[in-house]
């Protein structure tokens, strides 16, 4: 199973920035899926981002010009830059691996956006 280890959320004043990293253990296989979800306290987990081994991203409505997820394969780690934060993206960040099938999570990070 791969392990994944998210860093790099905080405390930002709206209209800041963070950058999240996720570190995988092992390699990728071409057909990993990497993503960010989300969840705010009493909200269903949601996503954020997604990107593919070959580069290709999809990102929820909400985000769209503001975030941008990356990927760099040889260091097995996955990015999430966030722009123009609003206090309505707080929550815990989970990053997230879809492999043949099977996801496995990290333990999340928190980002709390203050207005």
């Known amino acids: 199973q791969v392990q994944l280890v998210e860093s790099g959320g905080g405390l930002v004043q709206a209209g800041g920035s963070l950058r999240l990293s996720c570190a995988a253990s092992?390699?990728?296989?071409?057909?990993?899926?990497m993503g960010w979800y989300r969840q705010a306290p009493g909200r269903q987990r949601e996503l954020v981002a997604t990107?593919?081994?070959?580069?290709?991203?999809n990102y929820a409505d909400s985000v769209k010009d503001r975030f941008t997820i990356s990927r760099d394969n040889a260091k097995n780690t996955v990015y999430l830059v966030m722009n123009s934060l609003k206090p309505e993206d707080s929550g815990v960040y989970y990053c997230?691996?879809?492999?043949?099938?099977?996801?496995?999570w990290g333990q999340g990070t928190q980002v709390t956006v203050s207005s």
């Open positions: 997230n691996i879809l492999r043949l099938g099977v996801a496995s």
């Open positions: 990107i593919t081994m070959i580069g290709t991203t």
């Open positions: 092992g390699t990728f296989f071409s057909r990993d899926v």
